[in-house]
């Protein structure tokens, strides 16, 4: 049983955060004139993660009423039902146990959760991931031909991809096997095409991986790269095209990962082939369950651990931390001040890591798919603005493009700043190390974002006239800084855990089921209907609204 969401707007601390805001001038510069604590208190570690939350817009007493919002609105217990297995996904009456995934092999006491031994499931599919994956890489998994693998192609959406896309570029300098990683996703054909036109049949591995094994994008690719892959050998002089060959060829060069291995049976992939997950397990948070199997063969198994090690660290902060120091809480709470008493409505998630080129299109499904509600997990309206848009870039390339909006337009907008002391490539420019110099970037940033310029500044330095104006920062734009030594596996893990976290805090406090997404369904649904009407059915087209014939029209007189 799930109990009825907390409103948090009736809450006492909600009241006081009112009333905090009504008279709130924000000050950063003030603030850290007047008391020299500010940094020492508002910054916290969480395993490898420094996290300075120093330059955020509040003061002790707004943080210790947030604090209490959390503690009213029932943050820790709901932590705790999720943890204990708990039907928390009450739409689709599910336990939420990502968590259980990164649980070390020897956790005491194991998890038993609907009669289901969840740490012996976990540890068996990862130990047939690592098996798999060894003999892939040592070469004694072979393609049809006896070739070694090279390159391996995940097919998936959403959360059947993007984890497993953004951890293969963070971790590039870790690939150890001579095996790269390619990812299609879209059905857009240009994705197919352009990832496999250069690509060997006799040494390409395909992975379809999709939770429920019935997404149009990832079945409609898997039959295409399988068509690709018959091709190819067969002018090759590979396979002569009988229907055991092509089965032959298939069994040595896809594999599934899957909830549903009866529908991968069906496709043809024969399920000793196959890696299983459970429906516990969302799509936005299954990146360390099987869904990880095209990292654990480009990386290996050990450094897979390594990543999954630094999720459950994360993991046991939160479980373990009271509200007032808990990390991942924290900065939801702050994101709940942002959005709900200061009118916030974006985020920005700015890594000073080139690795990290997909990291803010990750968290984007985490924290949209995950809390872009209308409803609370009961059913009724929500009682107050829920997600953000999450978005971003790397540094330094987003200061060349947005960051002036970010200092001198008239939103605002929360930043996190991520960024490692050691780089993952040393180099040097003359006798500059160029590391230093991306740092001293992230440092700048967040410095003007706080602290700006005053008109006095600019005009101390010769400025005159309208562009005394133009060159004045306004300063108090808030953000976090989040630094670690390096990007390791571990190191990635955390931070991926962190924004699970601060997504799940946030979901708690305004009472949504953070862990189900009806509203892609509708879209889903409708492209099935009109697909007939692209292909030339006159019912199809006309029971479509006046604007989409219109477009279907124009479709018709343009398609060559
Ligand atoms: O369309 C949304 C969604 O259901 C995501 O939540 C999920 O990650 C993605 O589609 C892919 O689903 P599947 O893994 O079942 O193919």
Not at 98 to 120: C, Y
Not at 276 to 283: L, R
Not at 434 to 444: K, Y
Not at 459 to 478: C, I, Q, S
């Amino acid at each position: 049983m799930t109990n009825a969401p907390i409103d948090a707007t009736t809450t006492s601390a909600w009241a006081e955060l009112e009333s905090l805001k009504a008279g709130f001038t924000p000050d950063l510069r003030g603030w850290f004139a007047a008391d020299p604590g500010r940094v020492a208190k508002l910054t916290h570690d969480v395993a490898d993660l420094h996290v300075d939350l120093s330059k955020n817009l509040v003061t002790d007493e707004i943080v210790a009423a947030l604090v209490r919002l959390a503690e009213q609105t029932g943050v820790a217990e709901r932590y705790d039902s999720m943890l204990a297995g708990e039907h928390i996904n009450t739409t689709e009456d599910r336990a939420v146990l990502h968590t259980a995934l990164r649980r070390p092999a020897d956790a005491t006491p194991s998890l038993t959760v609907d009669g289901q031994d969840v740490d012996a499931d976990v540890q068996g599919v990862l130990d047939a991931m690592a098996e798999f994956a060894g003999r892939v890489r040592t070469g004694e998994f072979t393609g049809i031909t006896g070739k070694k693998v090279e390159t391996v192609v995940n097919i998936g959406i959403g959360g059947s991809d993007l984890g497993p896309v953004m951890i293969s570029a963070a971790l590039e300098p870790y690939a150890d096997a001579g095996i790269s990683a390619r990812f299609v996703s879209n059905i857009d054909p240009f994705d197919i095409a352009s990832k496999t036109k250069d690509l060997d049949p006799e040494t390409t591995l395909f992975i379809v991986a999709s939770k429920t094994f019935t997404t149009l994008e990832t079945l409609t690719n898997a039959r295409l790269a399988r068509d690709w892959l018959w091709e190819g050998l067969a002018s090759a002089g590979a396979i002569d095209g009988s229907d055991e060959q092509k089965k032959d060829a298939v069994a040595h060069h896809f594999v599934a990962v899957s909830t549903a291995l009866d529908k991968v049976a069906d496709f043809g992939i024969d399920t000793a082939n196959a890696f299983g997950f459970w429906d516990w397990v969302g799509g936005r948070y299954s990146v360390d369950s099987a869904i990880g199997l095209s990292l654990v063969i480009e990386f290996g198994p050990d450094t897979f651990r390594e990543l999954l090690a630094g999720f459950h660290a994360v993991d046991e902060h939160v479980r373990t931390t009271p509200l007032a120091q808990n990390v991942p809480v924290l900065m939801g709470l702050l994101n709940v001040w942002y959005t709900n008493f200061l009118g916030a409505q974006s985020h920005a998630v700015l890594p000073y890591a080139q690795q990290l080129s997909r990291f803010a299109a990750y968290l984007q499904q985490l924290t949209m798919e995950s809390n872009g509600k209308s409803v609370r997990w009961d059913g009724s309206p929500v009682t107050t603005d829920t997600g953000e848009v999450f978005w971003g870039e790397p540094g330094t390339n987003g200061q060349h493009a947005f960051y002036q909006l970010i200092h001198q337009g008239t939103r605002l907008i929360p930043a996190d700043f991520i960024a490692f002391a050691n780089p993952a490539y040393a180099l040097t420019d003359g006798d500059r190390d160029v590391h230093g110099l991306f740092l001293a970037n992230f440092l700048a940033q967040t410095k003007a974002l706080a602290f700006g310029k005053t008109a006095e500044e600019v005009e101390a330095e010769g400025t005159t006239g309208a562009l005394v104006a133009a060159r004045t920062f306004p300063g108090n734009r808030p953000t976090t800084s989040i630094f670690a030594p390096s990007l390791t596996p571990t190191v990635l893990g955390e931070l991926v855990a962190l924004y699970e976290h601060i997504t799940f805090t946030q979901g708690a406090i305004w009472g949504i089921n953070s862990f189900d997404q009806w509203g892609v369904e509708l879209g889903k649904q409708l492209a099935m209907q009109i697909a007939p009407a692209i292909e030339g059915d006159s019912d199809a087209f006309e029971s479509q609204d006046s604007s989409t014939k219109a477009l279907l029209e124009y479709y018709r007189d343009h398609r060559a």
